[in-house]
C-alpha cells in the first residue's frame, strides 16, 4: 500500500445538501447541526438550547414535523421549515418471515436500494443496517459481494434506517417516557453486517452511530452496536478511539490459502496482520471481547484441524467464536456443513475456553440470513460454476 492510497473509499456522490432546497437534518451531528443553525439564522445565545430541543425532537420522540415542536415558538418553527426538511430513507418494501425476522427494501437517494433486517428474539430486537450499497470485497460465499459497489451511504441514511424500522415497530416513546434501556427497545441492539464493510465507509458510520449513541436520543449505548468488518487493519484502532463500540471480525478461515479466496481483503492485510491489530483493540475501546464470526462452508474450512488452529490464532484476545451456518443464495458454490459437524468443532472451541455459540438461522425463506442480503433491482445470478471458477474453489 502507497502513502497515497486511501483506506476510506470516497464514494459519497450525493452531497447531504441539495443543489437547491432545504437541507436534510437527519444525519447531522450535534456541532453540525449547531452549525446549521446558525447558518439559518439561529441567535448565538440560543443555538445550544435550540440543538438540544430539536434534537429530542427528532431522535427521541421520532417527530417529522416543525410544527409538531411545541416547546419551539412558532416564529422559529417557521424558521426550521424554510430552512430544513426531516426526511428518511423511502421503505419499498417489506416482508415478514415466518420465524418474525423482517426484512425491508429501502430506496435512498439517486433511486438506490439497500437492505435492512430486524430480528425479533426472547431477550432483544436486533437491526441489522447496511454501510454501503453493494460492497467491494467479493466474499465468494456472501451474495451482497455479487452486487458491485456504487456508492457509501450518508450518515442521513445510515442513522435512517433506525428511525424507519422504529416507525414499523412502533416503538417511539409515548410523553413521559424516559429515553436509553428505561424506554421501549423492541429494537435494543445495532449491528452493522448488511450491505458493504463499514470500515470502507468509516465517517459516515462514525458520525451515525455517535448519533444512536446520544444519550438524549436514540440512546443505544455503545455495548449494544457491533461493527463488523472483514479485516480493515488501519482503520480497527481508528474505530477504538472514535466509536468505541462492539467489533465483529468476518474471519472464516485459519489459513491464509484459504481466507485469501473466502474474503479477498486477506491478500492486503493477512491473518497475522489482522490478528495483531486485534489484539489492541479491547485495550483501546475498553471492549469486553471480540466476537470472531466464522461461516461453515462444508470440506472447505470446518474440519477438526481447522478448530484447533483457529483456537491457537486467536489465544489472548479475550473473544468469543460466533459459528454461522452457511446460508445458501442462487448460484453460490458452497454448501452449509453438516449439523454433526458444526457441533464437534463448536465442541473443540468450547472446550479451549471460548464461547461457540451457532447462530440460528433466521429469515431464510425471505432472503434475509446473514450473507443473502441484496438490493433487488441488482438480482442478476452468476452461475454457480462461474463463481467457483472465479474463487479457485471449483
Known amino acids: 500500500m502507497t502513502a497515497t492510497t486511501p483506506i476510506t473509499q470516497d464514494l459519497l456522490t450525493i452531497p447531504r445538501k441539495l443543489p437547491e432546497g432545504p437541507m436534510n437534518i437527519v444525519g447531522l451531528t450535534r456541532p453540525q447541526l449547531r452549525d446549521a443553525l446558525l447558518a439559518a439564522g439561529t441567535p448565538e445565545k440560543q443555538v445550544k438550547m435550540r440543538v438540544n430541543q430539536v434534537w429530542q425532537w427528532l431522535y427521541h420522540w421520532g417527530v417529522r414535523d416543525f410544527d409538531a415542536m411545541t416547546n419551539l415558538a412558532k416564529p422559529y418553527r417557521a424558521l426550521l421549515a424554510e430552512n430544513f426538511v426531516i426526511s428518511l430513507p423511502e421503505v419499498v418494501s417489506k416482508q415478514v418471515s415466518a420465524d418474525g425476522t423482517r426484512k425491508y427494501l429501502v430506496r435512498i437517494a439517486g433511486g438506490h436500494e439497500v437492505e435492512v433486517v430486524y430480528i425479533p428474539e426472547e431477550d432483544r430486537g436486533t437491526l441489522c443496517i447496511s454501510s454501503q450499497v453493494g460492497c467491494t470485497l467479493t466474499c465468494s460465499f456472501c451474495h451482497t459481494g455479487t452486487q458491485k459497489l456504487v456508492r457509501n451511504l450518508t450518515a442521513g441514511e445510515i442513522v435512517g434506517q433506525i428511525m424507519l424500522a422504529r416507525d414499523d415497530l412502533d416503538e417511539w416513546p409515548e410523553p413521559g417516557t424516559g429515553t436509553g434501556d428505561s424506554g421501549p427497545r423492541l429494537l435494543s441492539n445495532i449491528v452493522l453486517m448488511g450491505m458493504g464493510e463499514p470500515l470502507y465507509n468509516f465517517e459516515g458510520v462514525r458520525d451515525a452511530m455517535k448519533i444512536a449513541m446520544d444519550g438524549e436520543g436514540i440512546a443505544l449505548s455503545r455495548r449494544r452496536i457491533t461493527l463488523s468488518t472483514s479485516g480493515v487493519v488501519p482503520e480497527i484502532a481508528r474505530a477504538a478511539e472514535e466509536i ?132 433487488a433491482t441488482e438480482r442478476a445470478r452468476k452461475s454457480r460454476a462461474q463463481i467457483a471458477q472465479e474463487t479457485g474453489l471449483g
Not at 477438526?304 to 458454490?333: C, M, Q, T
Not at 455459540?357 to 443473502?372: K, L, V
Request: aromatic residues 10%.
Open 244 to 375: 468505541g463500540c462492539q467489533l465483529a471480525v468476518s474471519f472464516h478461515a485459519t489459513t491464509d490459502e484459504v481466507r485469501d479466496k473466502l474474503v479477498p481483503i486477506n491478500k492486503r492485510w493477512n491473518i497475522e496482520t489482522l490478528l495483531n491489530a486485534l489484539r489492541e483493540y479491547p485495550r483501546l475501546s475498553n471492549s469486553e471481547r471480540i466476537t470472531f464470526e466464522y461461516v461453515m462452508l462444508k470440506d472447505v474450512n470446518d474440519t477438526d484441524d481447522d478448530a484447533r488452529r483457529l483456537v491457537k490464532l486467536i489465544k489472548g484476545i479475550p473473544a468469543k467464536i460466533n459459528l454461522i451456518p452457511f446460508n445458501e443464495w442462487p448460484g453460490s458454490p458452497y454448501q452449509r456443513s453438516d449439523w454433526s459437524r458444526i457441533e464437534k468443532f463448536a465442541d473443540i472451541i468450547y472446550k479451549a475456553g471460548y464461547a461457540s455459540p451457532i447462530r440460528t438461522p433466521r429469515g431464510e425463506d425471505i432472503m434475509a440470513a446473514c450473507g443473502q442480503l441484496k438490493s
